[in-house]
């Protein structure tokens, strides 16, 4: 007898943070593996959860789920996700902040490892620190 936890779909949601729709969502384009039996009687194990968590962790670090179904396919995804090949044509989206003049800050936020909300408290950091050392400058 298996003593593997089984969770259905509204625990699998309460414990990932991700709406039942979200869920369904990510089975159907094969991000999720399919649930175990069928209509009322399907659960969801442990393996599904990872697989949940693994691909939220992704989308917050800034990757598209195109890109997350990419890696998924590569391989069995590792802790990171590799980095995208870059080549001629490759789109990219960098975040730049210009401190002072002569003083220019330049990140990509999903190869840092960053969340939007991440990258505006770094830039304000950098800002705060900056204006502190000018203050100190002038004493």
């Keep these: 007898m298996s003593t593997e936890r089984h ?11 991700l709406s039942r729709r979200t869920v369904r969502y990510y089975v159907q384009q094969g991000l999720v593996d ?3 039996g069928e209509k009322r009687a399907a659960y969801y194990t442990a393996t ?9 962790k992704w989308q917050q670090a800034g990757l598209s789920l195109d890109r997350i179904s990419e890696i998924l396919a590569e391989s069995d995804a590792g802790v990171l996700p590799p980095p995208r090949a870059r080549g001629s044509g ?3 989206v960098w975040s730049h902040l210009v401190v002072a003049d002569g003083l220019e800050i330049t990140l990509e936020p999903g190869r840092a490892g960053l969340t939007p909300e991440q990258v ?3 830039f304000r950091g950098v ?5 502190d050392i000018r203050k100190d400058k002038k004493k």
Excluded: K
């Design 7 to 17: 969770y259905s779909i509204d625990e699998l949601s309460a414990l990932t943070e």
């Design 48 to 56: 599904h959860l990872d697989q949940l968590l693994t691909i939220r």
């Design 90 to 92: 490759t789109v990219e």
């Design 120 to 122: 505006r408290a770094f």
């Design 34 to 36: 399919r649930p175990i």
């Design 127 to 131: 800002m705060a620190l900056h204006q």
